[in-house]
């Protein structure tokens, strides 16, 4: 079974409100949606979401990379050589780990309906059988993000996570304060930097600032890749420490665990290039003692839902955050959320059902490679 051809969009997911933390703010997130077709006809669907920070990616010029670079290479490959896939993309272009997450979110879509399982019995079968998600509360005024962790509790959320790490820390320990209080010791709290607090010093001072508010973890509190930094924080306060824009592939990871640097580390699809890597970063977390998140980049349903059958997979994973598709004005799937929890499909694949015609609608670039005019 290979893939015979292609196609390719680059769209704009609009929000509800404006998403923001402590690097940028976002009205639209942008995301490449791929499409491969095999010789029966089938459709596996995959998705990435470039950020120009995280991974170092932009959306068109994303678009181009798999239109002109990647997809040309993958079309005539067999659909069940992942890894080889990946060598090939590797061996094309390095990084660009949004793209490549696309082409793997697709090759086991396409997989999974081929061999009539869902993703997550392909690659372990259900170590999870419940998949939480916390109300994730953007930075904003301390009083409106208590307001919003408060309704969130009050509609279902079994936690919170709060964005912090934009302007004086002291303002940062206001909001943690102020979103405690509001909900009253009922849910933990998940408190995430976005790398806004920069230095060790200012972040310790931060955190130790936060205690008895219910924190659970402090997520990214310093610039990315200050490995020595985040290994300073971890050992200066009692809160779990987690890695998230510090840990990408396996060899952050393993720095991680040499400088003992982080409690926890949240691995997204977009940063490792899919689900065949996150898989193997998840097996090297576990080994370690570390405890893992799948966390999101703000995908729609179908790079959730990956991210989702990730978790299911696997045994070591303590937490989900893949609320993407809660944050939509106009979706393009249909992944089903009931706070806390989110329900995977147990059709085969990815088992969302794609809105072709939204996909076509909120497009900004279309492009097909290979011979989809034979579909």
């Known amino acids: 079974m290979n893939v015979v051809a292609a196609r390719l969009w680059a769209i704009e997911l ?3 409100e404006p998403f923001v933390v402590a ?9 490449v949606i791929v499409e491969l077709i095999d010789e029966q006809g089938r459709s596996g669907w995959g998705e990435g979401v470039p950020d ?3 991974t170092a990616e932009h959306l068109h010029g994303t678009f181009e990379i798999l239109r002109r670079l990647l997809l040309p290479r993958i079309v005539g490959c067999r659909v069940a050589d992942i890894e080889a896939v990946h060598a090939r993309m590797d061996a094309v272009i390095s990084g660009n780990t949004a793209a490549k997450a696309a082409i793997d979110l697709a090759l086991h879509d396409l997989l999974g309906q081929a061999g009539g399982l869902p993703v997550y019995d392909l690659v372990g079968g259900r170590s999870n059988t419940e998949l939480s998600y916390p109300r994730v509360v953007p930075i904003g005024d301390p009083a409106a993000m208590a307001e919003q962790a408060a309704l969130a509790v009050g509609s279902g959320y079994a936690s919170v996570k709060i964005k912090v790490g934009q302007g004086d820390p002291r303002l940062d320990v206001e909001r943690v304060h102020a979103v405690s209080q509001a909900v009253a010791d009922r849910v933990p709290i998940r408190v995430d930097a976005n790398q806004g607090w920069q230095r060790p010093d200012v972040a310790i001072r931060a955190i130790r600032a936060m205690s008895g508010c219910g924190v659970c973890w402090v997520e990214e509190p310093i610039r990315a890749g200050d490995i020595a930094g985040l290994a300073e924080v971890r050992r200066a306060v009692e809160v779990p420490i987690m890695a998230d824009e510090t840990c990408h ?3 952050s990871l393993l720095a991680i665990i040499a400088a003992r640097a982080a409690d926890l580390v949240n691995i997204k699809l977009m940063k490792t290039g899919g689900i065949h890597p996150a898989l193997a970063m998840c097996q090297l977390a576990h080994a370690a003692g570390l405890r893992v998140q799948i966390g999101s980049m703000v995908e729609s349903s179908l790079g959730s839902a990956a991210g989702y059958h990730v978790a299911t997979a696997r045994g070591g994973v303590v937490s989900t955050e893949l609320t993407g598709p809660l944050l939509f004005s106009r979706e393009i799937g249909d992944l089903r959320y009931e706070p806390p929890l989110v329900h995977l499909s147990q059709q085969p694949g990815l ?7 939204a996909v076509a609608e909120l497009s900004v670039a279309h492009a097909e490679v290979g011979a989809t005019a034979a579909r």
Request: negative net charge; hydrophobic residues 40%.
């Open 14 to 16: 609009p929000l509800r």
């Open 23 to 31: 690097y940028g703010r976002w009205e639209a997130m942008p995301a």
């Open 52 to 54: 120009e920070i995280v």
């Open 249 to 251: 592939g396996p060899e």
């Open 351 to 357: 088992g969302v059902s794609v809105d072709v015609e």
